[in-house]
């Protein structure tokens, strides 16, 4: 594997990209319109990945606008109580407002979200909040997908990209597809793929791969896609196939599989974002990528077993003390298929 994460940076990674307000019902398995109670918690997917690395050990950056109120408030005070260093995160200047998610739960393995994102604040991020500086600091970068969905955010993304090609900053991209963000599919497939040219990583569904691909490639399968990326500047493809399990794919030929973590549901969303924490977590200590995965697929299977994400990202004993249990019971869950 060919990625150089520079351990004299102090900072071990920079997420661009959505942080909002989580809602979940307490009152679970019923329409949301009968749910009365909610919990709330940091979301948006960088967030939570941010949380989950930071819960793992890892010195954490971000490049984010939130609302400039009580919600914004909540959003720093989160972040900073797990260690998250907040200097780049600025408030919205125009009344943009944090994006709230409410959580529909109709049972352990369906579920749905009704999002709040008009005048968003995350989407305000400005190519002027961008510093060179501040992304020197960092062994790596990940870019959210979302953050390319509008204007100003998209160009403030592809600043944050160019300056880390020019910096030696290992580039992450998380696709994190929402179909609420986008215009139309095309609009889509221009800025995923301008996004995942320049990723040393690159993690996502197959249809998120679809998605990004659209444009640019004839529709194939996972060992295509990750042949194409290979051919600019991937050095690990990862594609998730959800209760299936995920494959990764290194660039010199190898191919992994991990099976999920048996585990009783609580809902069906969180855990990509689990997977990604604890996976890009086991790359940046020098684990090779089957324990990687084992981890990311164990963090993943502990988030779906549990009411929220960003605060129920497990620590590193919690991690091992599951994948100890779940591998006693059901035995070994990564396998190289190559």
Not at 113 to 135: K, P, S, T
Not at 138 to 167: C, D, Q, Y
């Amino acid at each position: 594997m060919a990625i150089h994460f520079d351990t004299t940076r102090p900072l071990d990674i920079i997420l661009l990209g959505r942080v909002a307000v989580d809602f979940n019902p307490v009152d679970m398995y019923k329409p949301l319109s009968r749910s009365t109670t909610y919990k709330k918690y940091i979301g948006g997917s960088p967030a939570n990945i941010a949380f989950g690395m930071a819960r793992l050990g890892k010195k954490c950056g971000f490049f984010a606008r939130v609302s400039d109120d009580q919600l914004g408030d909540f959003a720093i005070e989160e972040f900073t109580r797990e260690g998250i260093d907040t200097s780049h995160i600025k408030r919205a200047e125009h009344g943009e407002k944090i994006g709230l998610t409410f959580t529909e739960v109709l049972d352990p393995n369906t579920s749905s979200i009704l999002m709040y994102r008009n005048q968003i604040a995350d989407l305000a991020l400005h190519v002027d909040d961008i510093d060179e500086a501040y992304i020197k600091t960092a062994k790596a970068l990940l870019i959210s997908g979302t953050s390319l969905a509008e204007s100003p955010s998209r160009e403030a993304a592809l600043k944050a990209i160019m300056l880390a090609v020019r910096t030696g900053t290992p580039v992450i991209f998380d696709i994190d597809y929402r179909a609420y963000n986008w215009k139309n599919r095309d609009e889509m497939s221009i800025y995923y793929s301008l996004a995942a040219r320049e990723a040393c990583i690159i993690l996502g569904s197959r249809e998120e791969y679809d998605l990004t691909e659209a444009l640019i490639k004839d529709k194939t399968d996972d060992a295509g896609s990750a042949q194409f990326w290979f051919g600019k500047k991937a050095e690990i493809v990862v594609i998730k196939h959800g209760k299936e399990g995920s494959f990764a794919y290194t660039k010199d030929g190898r191919t992994y599989m991990a099976k999920p973590f048996p585990v009783e549901p609580i809902k069906g969303f969180g855990g990509g974002d689990g997977y990604a924490s604890a996976f890009l977590y086991g790359l940046m200590e020098g684990l090779d990528i089957m324990q990687a995965l084992e981890l990311g697929s164990a963090s993943a299977s502990i988030l779906v077993g549990s009411h929220g994400c960003s605060i129920f990202m497990p620590t590193l004993p919690e991690l091992k003390a599951f994948i100890a249990e779940k591998k006693a019971a059901h035995g070994e869950m990564i396998f190289d298929k190559s």
